[in-house]
């Protein structure tokens, strides 16, 4: 089971504090950094000092890591053009030495849309299908040739289809809990299938669409990985436990009910029952950017029953 460390930024981090986060990521042993792309907080925080971009960020920690993955949780397809997205993609896989995963997803947050003057189209799917199929073809494209794409939303004519990632493929991640389009989606353009914030059995349930999706591709079930978003709270002890959940404002009940919390006995438990319905890696959500101390403990005592 790999384990993930994922971030939410635009509930208030600097790059900065993003960057220490992610040296501890690689010090301690985790797999991968992934953060959010959004451009708006949410709920009752401040959000301060304000947002920041997914894909710089991950430029400059390219440049500062050296060994884990880095990726996202989901790059909103409302942000980017699909050309422009390529490109930022495969720079920071050069910059990484080709450490670089796009997570993608159709993008959400009509108020971050609202806010920042950026365009909130209803056909939201579409235009993701259409990016999966540029932002793909432009990598796939020999060197020399050219590409070439006429849909609906997106035309491009004779590109040369530059740069190219470091990785002959980026790997792809595409998530959701939508019982039709999105497993057939990942059917066809994803490496991995990521259910984010939902139960065993709600996991158990989407998993098992995605696998009859790929199989009916023609591809083998288990070409995909499959993976889980939660959001996590460990403790040492109940006390403990109990002041990680309350500086986040969460309740405890409701974060062993809907993530990983409690004991790393009881964290390690849980993990192990997503393992048994097939997830193969967990993004640890990190509320709490300042508490280190917080990876220490999930590194020492969690991750390390479960090599």
Known sequence: MDLRIFTEPQQGASYETLLSVAKATEELGFDAFFRSDHYLKMGDVDGLPGPTDAWLTLAGLARETKRIRLGTLMTAA?????????????????????????????????????????PFPKDKFARLEEQLEIVTGLWATEAGKTFSFHGKHYDLTDSPALPKPAQSRVPVLIGGHGATRTPRLAAQYADEFNMPFASIEDSERQFGRVRAAVEQAGRAADALTYSNALVVCVGKDDQEVARRAAVIGREVDELKTNGLAGTPAEVVDKIGRYQEIGSRRIYLQILDLADLDHLELISAQVQSQLR
């Open 78 to 118: 409302t942000f980017r053009l699909p050309g422009v997205l390529a490109i930022q993609v495969a720079q920071v896989d050069q910059m990484s030495g080709g450490r670089v995963e796009l997570g993608i997803g159709a993008g959400w947050f009509e108020e971050e849309h609202k806010a920042y003057g950026i």
